[in-house]
């Protein structure tokens, strides 16, 4: 399993009241997040298990053990892995190179995106336990995406990004409203595989209304949104999951000063994390889930 390699030099390691976040560092730990997760994904979400997940009351699959996991911790549950409350899911190229691919690629061609210069970072399985979700814990994970970002130098960071269902022409409002306004710029663009793409332009931009069609996203989706995130070109419908996902692309320098940077300066609370805040409270709750 991918672990942080040396608690001397923590590539993520933030306090804020009784939270922490940072890299995981044994076995217990990963366990304990694949744990959370089946909690959120299976019990709460309408993800189907394989037998050996429902048996083990575990999320995993073959990715895990090529990732870093990004933990945060309640220390008022103690100090051991009972006390994981959130997590997100981290590969960056090493971690794909010996993996074989990244997570994306069963649903989306990035080829434009693995050929971009420097570091890029996947993104998924994000959650939070129910009881955490007032926003402080779903905070911490962005600070800790912002300090991880920082320590490795990351250009882009993408991933697979969910809306609840798996009809598209339930969606086709805020599918539209992604592929009209927010459609990655083609040196950035990942296109849905051909065998599971589906259109996202089902209805045409003047039949769009944005206000509603805003209201209709994820709040995880609004929040790479307000980073200046982008989509792929189609979606993908993931009868496993109940979802319909899209690809989400950030380019890391377009957002630093106004919320990464503000991370290396300023507490939760502040300007940064207000905006953090508006991706919190659907974090880990099925729509929006970062996969």
Known sequence: M??????????????????????????AEILAAQALRYRIFYEQMAAQPTA???????DFDSFDDFCDH???????????????????????????????QFYSV????????????????????????????????????????AEYVFY??????F????LPGTDPQQLKLPLSYLYHHHLAPPALRARAVDDRRVAMDLLPIEEVQISEARQALPPLIKGYLRLGGFVGDGAVVDHDFGTTDVCIVVKTDWVTEKYLRH???????????ALAQGVSSGAGQGPGSAR
């Open 52 to 58: 050996e997940m429902r048996a083990a009351r575990r």
């Open 2 to 27: 991918s672990l942080a390699e040396s608690k001397a030099d923590r590539p993520v390691d933030v306090a804020v009241g009784n939270l922490r976040i940072r890299l995981a560092e044994d076995p």
């Open 70 to 100: 990004l933990l945060v911790f309640d220390e008022e549950r103690g100090s051991g892995p009972e006390s994981v409350v959130g997590t997100y899911r981290v590969m960056r190229r090493e971690g794909a190179t010996r993996r074989g």
């Open 106 to 145: 069963d649903e989306y061609d990035i080829a434009a995106i693995e050929s971009y210069p420097g570091e890029i970072l996947e993104l998924g399985r994000s959650c939070v336990d129910p009881t955490c979700r007032s926003g402080a814990a779903m905070q911490l994970l962005w600070r800790g995406i």
């Open 159 to 162: 991933g697979c990004a969910s």
């Open 263 to 273: 991370y290396k300066r300023e507490e939760p609370g502040s300007s940064a994390g």
């Open 152 to 157: 490795y130098n990351i250009s882009i960071m």
